[in-house]
C-alpha cells in the first residue's frame, strides 16, 4: 500500500509542476469576422495575381499560381468542396475536386471542354461586398456580391456565398463556393 501512495503522490507533483511550469494550452478554432472578411479580400488579390500571371509569362505561369491558391485557399485536401462557379454549363456545374476547380480558374483541361479560365478575363479589380456573415465555431458563411472590373473598365457583379472552415493547422478554408450572375428582369 506503501508503494501505491508513493507513486501516487509522485504522479500527482510531477502533474502540478506540468501545469504550473506551462501557460495553459488553449486550442480556438472558431473563425473570426476579420478572417472572414480577410479571406474573401484574399481570394479577390489571388484571381487577380493568377491573372497578372497569365498576361505577364502565360498560361503555364498562371496554371502554377492557380495550383497553389487552391492548395492555400480551398479544402480539397479535407475533403470535396462545395463549388459552384459562375460561369458553368450542365453535366459540369458543380466542382467538388481541386481538377474541377483549376479547370475552371485556368482552362485547358480536356475533361471540362466548355472551361475557358475565368481567372485569364483580362481582371484588374475584384471587390467583395459583404451582406451577412453566418459564424459558427470553427466555420463561417458569407454572402454578398462580388464586383470584377475588366481592363476595358467593364464591371461584372456576381452574387457569391463562401463557406470556411479551419483545418488542423488552424488555417482557414473554402469549403463552399457557390457564385451565380445576378438576375436581371427581361
Not at 470535396?80 to 485556368?106: C, D, E, H, I, M
Not at 471542354?113 to 451582406?131: H, I, N, R, Y
Request: aromatic fraction near 8%; charged fraction near 20%.
Amino acid at each position: 500500500m506503501k508503494v501505491k501512495l508513493v507513486a501516487l503522490t509522485a504522479l500527482v507533483a510531477l502533474t502540478s509542476n506540468i501545469a504550473n511550469a506551462n501557460e495553459p494550452i488553449v486550442v480556438n478554432q472558431a473563425v473570426t469576422e476579420k478572417e472572414a472578411l480577410t479571406a474573401q479580400q484574399a481570394w479577390c488579390a489571388a484571381l487577380l495575381d493568377i491573372n497578372a500571371a497569365y498576361e505577364k509569362d502565360g498560361k503555364v505561369a498562371a496554371r502554377a499560381l492557380a495550383e497553389k491558391v487552391i492548395d492555400s485557399a480551398y479544402a480539397y485536401q479535407m475533403g470535396a468542396v462545395l463549388f459552384k462557379p459562375t460561369l458553368t454549363v450542365n453535366p459540369q456545374t458543380f466542382r467538388p475536386t481541386r481538377a474541377g476547380a483549376l479547370s475552371y480558374f485556368v482552362g485547358g483541361d480536356p475533361s471540362f471542354p466548355a472551361d475557358t479560365g475565368f481567372a485569364l478575363k483580362g481582371w484588374k479589380k475584384c471587390e467583395p461586398v459583404t451582406s451577412a456573415i453566418f459564424l459558427d465555431g470553427n466555420s463561417a458563411i458569407t454572402m454578398g456580391k462580388v464586383h470584377f472590373t475588366d481592363k476595358n473598365g467593364k464591371v461584372t457583379t456576381v452574387d457569391k456565398t463562401w463557406g470556411y472552415v479551419k483545418d488542423d493547422a488552424g488555417n482557414l478554408r473554402i469549403n463552399l463556393h457557390h457564385s451565380s450572375l445576378e438576375y436581371q428582369p427581361k
